[in-house]
């Protein structure tokens, strides 16, 4: 079992930046393909960025173009999302999400390809 707690959510104003963190119990975490997907009020859970094992493979929602970066630290247990130029509608409840894989596999955009979730932290960006 894989124990996942984001942090780093909070208010911030249109055009701001935050980045949260994704901090795992395991030192297994290396293993494992990472991912955020976001939920806001009435709506469904969508993906938002995902990393592979290794870091070297990334895939991102076309949605958020480019404004948004995902990395990790393997040492720390710890993937990070990078979050620039936000905008009223990126507020949601944001998680992170994993998935031990093979080297190659590449990270995945549903959320049913992983198995351990965190509890979400809120991004609310005010207009």
């Known amino acids: 079992q894989v124990q996942l707690v984001e942090s780093g959510g909070g208010l911030v104003q249109a055009g701001g930046s935050l980045r949260l963190s994704c901090v795992a119990s395991?030192?297994?975490?290396?293993?494992?393909?990472v991912a955020w997907f976001r939920q806001a009020p009435g709506q469904e859970r969508e993906f938002v960025i995902a990393?592979?094992?290794?870091?070297?493979?990334?895939v991102r929602a076309d949605s958020e173009k480019g404004r948004f970066t995902i990395s990790r630290d393997n040492a720390k247990n710890t993937v990070y999302l990078e979050m620039n130029s936000l905008k009223p509608e990126d507020t949601a409840v944001y998680y992170c999400?994993?998935?031990?894989?093979?080297?190659?596999?590449?990270?995945?955009?549903?959320?049913?390809?992983?198995?351990?979730w965190g509890q979400g932290t809120q991004v609310t960006v005010s207009s």
């Open positions: 999400a994993s998935k031990r894989t093979i080297l190659t596999v590449s990270p995945d955009v549903h959320a049913g390809f992983y198995d351990y």
């Open positions: 395991r030192r297994a975490f290396s293993e494992h393909a």
């Open positions: 990393i592979s094992r290794s870091g070297g493979d990334t």
